[in-house]
Every structure is written in C-alpha cells, then in structure tokens.
C-alpha cells in the first residue's frame, strides 16, 4: 500500500528556515503530481503549494509565495518543501499528499488527493 513518510519539522524563531522532506512508498512515484498541505489546531487543512509530475508546474498559496519554494527527486521518491523567512501564521501539521485525483497538473485542493502522510509538526515562535 502507498505510505507517506513526512520529516523536517520542529521549533524555529520568526526569520528561520526549515526543509521539509515527504518520501513514499508503494506507488510509482514520478506519475503523480504531489502537494504540500498544513492544519492548524481548529482549522481546515489547506494546500500551501503543489508540484506536478514533471517538476515543470508548481503552485504556491499566496501566502507563502517568494518564501516557500517545493521540490521533487523523482529517483529518490521524495517530496521537498524549502520554507523561508518563517512566520509564526506558518505554524501547522505539514502533510504531503499523493495519488492526486483531479485533473490538472497539480491542486492546491486537499480532496483532490487520496493519500496522506502522518504529519510534521512546524512551529514558528515569535
């Protein structure tokens, strides 16, 4: 079965970075378009960036464009999400989502994915 894998997060000060890594299992890896997403306690979980296939097309949610910046190693079979100049807003469970369902080449939409990580935690202190 498809397992996601999601590492990188912890507690970093306002200004900080972290990478975010997400590598799967049980999948062929290079045919999905892959996504960042992240919940906070009390919220709905929403896309923050997307990437297809081909690595050619990413989006970003606006509220974490020219900071975030994703990535894929399709030999490695693993998702990246760089994150940059952190706000304490960007705390959340980051989840990787895969086995992507809709029909672009990638969304920022959580039910156009069907398979989920467990999460890493990001704390952004202030």
């Known amino acids: 079965q498809v397992q996601m894998v999601e590492s990188g997060g912890g507690l970093v000060q306002a200004g900080g970075s972290l990478r975010l890594s997400c590598t799967a299992s049980?999948?062929?890896?290079?045919?999905?378009?892959m996504g960042w997403f992240r919940q906070a306690p009390g919220k709905d979980r929403e896309g923050v960036s997307c990437i297809s296939w081909s690595d050619l097309i990413t989006y970003y949610a606006d509220s974490v464009k020219g900071r975030f910046t994703i990535s894929r190693d399709n030999a490695k079979n693993t998702l990246y999400l760089q994150m940059n100049s952190l706000k304490p807003e960007d705390t959340a469970t980051y989840y990787c989502?895969?086995?992507?369902?809709?029909?672009?080449?990638?969304?920022?939409?959580?039910?156009?994915?069907?398979?989920w990580g467990q999460g890493t935690q990001v704390t952004v202190s202030s």
């Open positions: 049980g999948l062929t890896f290079r045919g999905y378009p």
């Open positions: 989502g895969t086995e992507y369902v809709g029909y672009g080449s990638c969304s920022l939409k959580p039910h156009e994915y069907n398979s």
